[in-house]
């Protein structure tokens, strides 16, 4: 069959012959490829305030009533967001979101050996003391992480959606044991939900309410936490074929899917005449250029950008506003890393430094047998030492898989950015027995979306709080960490090789 709409890559020319739904017959370009933003929220609310706020919200039918009611708290001061997280995927395409801090902590200590023999004198009041030693250690993710698989329906409103947020926090060290053999091991406090649920675009369901931990010495029992998931549909359009839609959507429809002329058949490729003209020229070599940014914004400016996708589809134009919101020193760019490949060429760029850090640590033997005279403050300690190590990458990593349609006009893009960094170390034991560990800091993303040519896609939102709080030594510097988002922008752009 002759491919009847010759000025479309075929997929999507296909997807044009395809039979559509009553929903979607009136409006050719719900077959594009479509794509779904997922905005995930945490809002702290009273719990007295809770119960009227829930009985309301089961009579509706989803929870954009109660979000927008605890987002009026929160102008109030009665409410505060805890964390936000945004992805972009694809129809059918697992994706997962991480904000984390590596927590490194010790999971097995071992004590100092004792001398075998101690010869006298030795004064009443002498202690023999060794402290405890960090042997082994263990990594628990701490932050905010987000797995979703979300399937568009066949109405195109409608959303089935497996997903799993989770929200780690670390809420200091409790100490065991007593004086120099004491053992201190972390309190995490963990926020999940696994489920699976039908949602609709550009609404919001309430996926969680949950008990959050005492935080910064505070009473926590009074308060709970919300998580919210709000839904966009983002067409698969260039920014300018999006702005002339939107002023007149018949007429692009006419343009991209003509009807046919009279007499003429897709199924004969007789039709239309017997001169098809000259052969096309050899195809001129084509590959795609990739730039891949970590930018740090307000967290309130963050949300609002992702909000604003489900009305403007036009991620390009918030990218080309965040340069004057960077110059104004509002904003920085923390990275930025770029590829350059073939169509249907995995690649991969890294710009790291190989952090090589040690996991395990033994005590050094101390004298099996000791002389006097001993006196009373006299204290048997022994040093430690690294005896194996691992390696980090830390940095920027960019692994992508990208392929462009016949036309060079959509770019389908499977990408898997990480940005790592090295916060500072965290110390276990006491005395000369204490030992090091790093603390990093990983935002990782994973994902597929559908890109049209030279066009912007915000990808993420990471949060910044569970990778700063434990290294801000005031609540002043906390609370700015938790102000602060990470947003990953992506930009493809199909060059000619001339």
């Known amino acids: 069959m002759k491919n009847p709409i010759p000025h479309l890559p075929g997929w999507l020319a296909l997807a044009a012959t395809l039979p559509l739904s009553p929903a979607l017959a009136e409006d050719p370009f719900e077959s594009l490829p479509r794509q779904v933003g997922l905005l995930v929220e945490y809002y702290e ?46 129809s059918g395409q697992r994706a997962k979101i991480e904000s984390i801090r590596e927590f490194i902590y010790p999971t097995e200590w071992d ?18 003391r060794t402290p405890a030693t960090p042997t082994a250690y263990e990594m628990r993710p701490v932050g905010n992480s987000f797995e979703v698989d979300p399937v568009i329906g066949a109405d195109g409103v409608h959303l089935d959606i497996n997903l799993a947020p989770e929200l780690v926090e670390f809420h ?78 018949q007429a692009l429809i006419d343009e991209r899917f003509p009807p046919e002329e009279p007499g003429a058949s897709v199924d004969d490729p007789f039709a239309g005449g017997g001169d098809e003209g000259p052969p096309p020229p050899p195809e001129t070599p084509r590959q795609i250029s990739v730039i891949t940014e970590f930018i740090e914004v307000d967290a309130a400016l963050a949300s609002r950008m992702a909000r ?25 760019v923390l990275e930025t890393s770029t590829l350059l490949t073939r169509s249907g060429q995995r690649t991969k760029a890294e ?44 940095g920027i990593t960019v692994e992508m898989d990208p392929v ?22 965290l110390t276990y034991g006491t005395g000369p027995s204490t030992s090091e560990q790093p603390l990093f800091e990983s935002l990782k993303t994973q994902t597929a979306v559908t890109m049209p040519d030279g066009t912007s896609m915000l990808l993420a939102m990471h949060s910044l709080e569970a990778a700063r709080a434990g290294e801000a030594g005031t609540e002043e510097e906390r609370a700015a960490a938790r102000d602060r988002r990470v947003l990953v922008f992506v930009t493809a752009k199909v060059k000619t090789v001339e």
């Open 172 to 249: 200091g060290m409790k100490d065991w044991g007593h004086d120099v053999s004491t053992t201190p091991a972390p309190l995490f406090h963990s926020m999940k939900v696994q489920t699976a649920i039908v949602a609709k675009f550009g609404g919001a369901e309430l996926v969680g309410v949950f008990a959050p931990a005492p935080a910064h010495g505070q009473n926590g029992a009074g308060k709970r936490v919300l998580g919210f998931l709000s839904t966009r549909k983002l067409l698969a359009l260039s920014d300018p074929d999006l702005k002339r839609y939107r002023k007149n959507p």
């Open 45 to 90: 609310v009273d719990h007295t305030a809770l119960p009227p706020l829930l009985r309301e919200y089961q009579k509706e039918a989803d929870a954009t009533g109660l979000l927008k009611s605890v987002q009026e708290l929160a102008v109030k001061g009665e409410a505060r967001m805890v964390e936000s997280t945004y992805v972009v995927t694809r």
């Open 404 to 425: 462009m349609s016949a036309d060079g006009r959509i770019i389908e893009l499977n990408i898997a950015p990480e940005l790592v960094r090295y916060v500072r170390d």
């Open 308 to 332: 604003q996708l489900n009305e403007t589809c036009d991620a390009t134009a918030l990218r080309q506003r965040l340069d004057g919101i960077i110059a104004k020193g509002e904003a920085r």
């Open 111 to 128: 004590p100092a050996e004792l001398p075998q023999k101690l010869n006298g004198p030795i004064d009443r009041g002498a202690e023999i």
């Open 351 to 394: 710009s790291l430094r190989e952090f090589i850090y040690p996991t395990e640590y033994d005590p050094s033997e101390i004298p099996q047998e000791l002389h006097g005279p001993i006196d009373r403050d006299l204290k048997i300690t022994t040093s430690v030492g690294a005896t194996a190590f691992e390696m980090r990458p830390v």
